[in-house]
Antibody, heavy 116, light 107 residues
Framework: EIQLQESGPGLVKPSQSLSLTCSVT?????????WSWIRKFPGNKMEWMGY???????NYNPSLKIRISITRDTSKNQFFLQLNSVTTEDTATYYC?????????WGQGVMVTVSS | DIQMTQSPASLSASLGETVTIECRAS??????LAWYQQKPGKSPQLLIY???SLHTGVPSRFSGSGSGTQYSLKINSLQSEDVASYFC?????????FGSGTKLEIK
């Protein structure tokens, strides 16, 4: 069974970087599909942030392009999100998900609060 | 970006009723639309893709329709386990964008 699990700090200070890990089990991330980050803000608005493909290329939402980086560690079957220069507006629940035209497997999500 | 306008924001219906949720795209998305269900405290689950194709394991009381810029999700014979938030998502063009969600409750 394919499972994705997010992990990372639940509290980040403004201007710092947010770093999250998505650990994937049941499927090797280099075998296929793209591996995405999506966030859900308080108030329920959802935003696709970007993905890293099975070959390692990336595609980012232009609204985040100067602040975001998605990388991976294939030896651990993990991929990562780094979002720089965060503000309180980055407070959200962050999800990782598998993408192949649509998001068919999601992690449980991790709530991240940006606050001093 | 393609804007997705979803309505209603909330919906209350009785068990056994049929409910419909609408999503309007700001431009033609050529059926590149998915619907997701998210129960409280859980991750989103894919229901419908390509506007009208039922994802594996999803009960047949869920159906999707539409074309162009107008799409809808219909739930027949509402069950208690259908209490959730529902949202649409276009994948026709980058960046992928989502509707604002519909919270479904049982009367």
């Amino acid at each position: 069974e394919i499972q994705l699990q997010e992990s990372g700090p639940g509290l980040v200070k403004p201007s710092q970087s947010l770093s999250l890990t998505c650990s994937v089990t049941g499927y090797t991330i280099t075998s296929g599909y793209d591996w995405s980050w999506i966030r859900k803000f308080p108030g329920n608005k959802m935003e696709w942030m970007g993905y890293i493909s099975n070959s390692g290329s990336t595609n980012y939402n232009p609204s985040l392009k100067i602040r975001i980086s998605i990388t991976r560690d294939t030896s651990k079957n993990q991929f990562f999100l780094q979002l720089n220069s965060v503000t309180t507006e980055d407070t959200a629940t962050y999800y990782c998900a598998r993408y192949d035209g649509l998001f068919d497997y999601w992690g449980q999500g991790v709530m991240v609060t940006v606050s001093s | 970006d393609i804007q997705m306008t979803q309505s209603p924001a909330s919906l209350s219906a009785s068990l056994g009723e049929t409910v419909t949720i609408e999503c309007r795209a700001s431009e033609d998305i050529y059926n590149g639309l998915a619907w997701y269900q998210q129960k409280p405290g859980k991750s989103p689950q894919l229901l419908i893709y390509n506007a009208n194709s039922l994802h594996t394991g999803v009960p047949s009381r869920f159906s999707g329709s539409g074309s162009g810029t107008q799409y809808s999700l219909k739930i027949n014979s509402l069950q208690s386990e259908d209490v959730a938030s529902y949202f649409c998502q276009q994948y026709y063009d980058y960046p992928f964008t989502f509707g604002s969600g519909t919270k479904l409750e049982i009367k």
